[in-house]
């Protein structure tokens, strides 16, 4: 059984920053993509930001310049580097991978972590 535990995520000032992390754990064989979307109070969910086995990153508009996403291969883990953060980034902020697991050998496309709260105060 493959889960997402994310953490890092609390109450910050705007101009502030946090780092979340959501590390993989259970039989993974190959992680193709990790990344973020974040859920805002009255919205539909949205990306945030993804990154690929291969290295390729994919940002949303509104974070670009100010988000980074990376990763440590060898703990199955993503991070998401969150500066300059603004009131409009508050939101539930999800995990997501698409990876091989085992046994058997089968593609997962989307696993959802469970969430965590980021809230950027005025």
């Known amino acids: 059984q493959v889960q997402l535990l994310e953490s890092g995520g609390g109450l910050v000032q705007a101009g502030g920053s946090l780092r979340l992390s959501c590390a993989a754990s259970g039989s993974i064989v190959r992680i193709n993509v990790m990344g973020w979307y974040r859920r805002a109070p009255g919205k539909q969910r949205e990306l945030v930001a993804t990154?690929?086995?291969?290295?390729?990153?994919n940002y949303a508009d509104s974070v670009k310049g100010r988000f980074t996403i990376s990763s440590d291969n060898a703990k199955n883990t993503v991070y998401l580097q969150m500066n300059s953060l603004e009131p409009e980034d508050t939101a539930v902020y999800y995990c997501?991978?698409?990876?091989?697991?085992?046994?058997?050998?089968?593609?997962?496309?989307?696993?959802w972590g469970q969430g965590t709260q980021v809230t950027v105060s005025s």
């Open positions: 990154l690929t086995s291969e290295g390729s990153t």
């Open positions: 997501n991978s698409d990876y091989y697991s085992t046994p058997p050998l089968r593609r997962v496309r989307d696993h």
